[in-house]
């Protein structure tokens, strides 16, 4: 089975803080992706990867950035926490460059609090 | 720009009823897929169904169907003999054109009462 994986399940922060949330697949998928849940908005795209060292700015990359430097791994930083940040984030990975209609999988989510 | 329109924020259904979630969308674009993909409470999000723009046939998987329209651009999903595990968030999304990521509507959360 395919398992994507994320460091915390909860992560309370303060402002001003830099969080990194990691994200680690074992099937060798090329794509990765972290999106932002929050009620009534559904998830919003924060940045993509279609390879190692490469990233693409998704809907709402403002406030974030991503770091790519192995193929299983993909990380989110919020370089300074704001409030405005307090969500669940979503790490998704998928197969095949950028062919269409390829299942994406979910790791669990890390919900953040940002005090 | 592609959207994905979900109208029911929140449905419920007696168990082993039939339920319909309706989602309709936006493009341009004449090849795509479509998705629809669950969150069940506190648990992963996970892949229910799939729909090519190019097939006629709806997709179907055990209890789980899709009613796609191409023309009206419509992409709902029913689900047959309901059960309390499908008690869940359920988002229609949208993967096309030159875009490698999907586009999600902001969900409908389903649920099933005994």
């Known amino acids: 089975d395919v398992k994507v994986t994320q460091s915390s399940r909860y992560l309370v922060k303060r402002t001003g803080e830099k969080v990194f949330l990691e994200c680690v697949q074992d099937?060798?998928?090329?794509?990765m992706f972290w999106y932002r849940q929050d009620p009534g908005l559904g998830l919003r795209l924060i940045y993509f990867?279609?390879?190692?060292?490469?990233?693409e700015k998704g809907d709402i990359p403002e406030g974030y950035s991503v770091s790519r430097e192995k193929k299983e791994r993909f990380s989110l930083i919020l370089e300074s926490a704001s409030t405005n940040q307090t969500s669940m984030y979503l790490c998704?990975?998928?197969?095949?460059?950028?062919?269409?209609?390829?299942?994406?999988?979910f790791g669990p989510g890390t919900r953040l609090t940002v005090l | 720009a592609q959207t994905v329109t979900q109208s029911q924020p929140e449905m419920s259904v007696q168990e082993a009823e039939t339920v319909t979630l309706s989602c309709t969308y936006d493009?341009?674009?004449?090849?795509?897929?479509l998705f629809w993909y669950k969150q069940p409470p506190s648990r992963q999000m996970i892949l229910v169904i799939r729909?090519?723009?190019?097939?006629?046939q709806n997709a179907t998987e055990n209890r789980f169907s899709v009613n796609f329209q191409k023309a009206a651009k419509s992409f709902s999903l029913k689900i047959s003999d309901s059960q309390l595990g499908d008690t869940a968030m359920y988002f229609c999304?949208?993967?096309?054109?030159?875009?490698?990521?999907?586009?999600f509507g902001k969900g409908t959360k389903l649920s099933v009462k005994p």
């Open positions: 729909q090519e723009a190019y097939k006629q």
């Open positions: 493009t341009s674009e004449n090849n795509y897929y």
């Open positions: 998704a990975s998928s197969s095949s460059g950028r062919l269409m209609g390829n299942e994406q999988f």
């Open positions: 099937m060798d998928h090329e794509n």
């Open positions: 990867s279609y390879d190692v060292k490469m990233k």
């Open positions: 999304a949208f993967h096309g054109g030159s875009q490698g990521n999907l586009i």
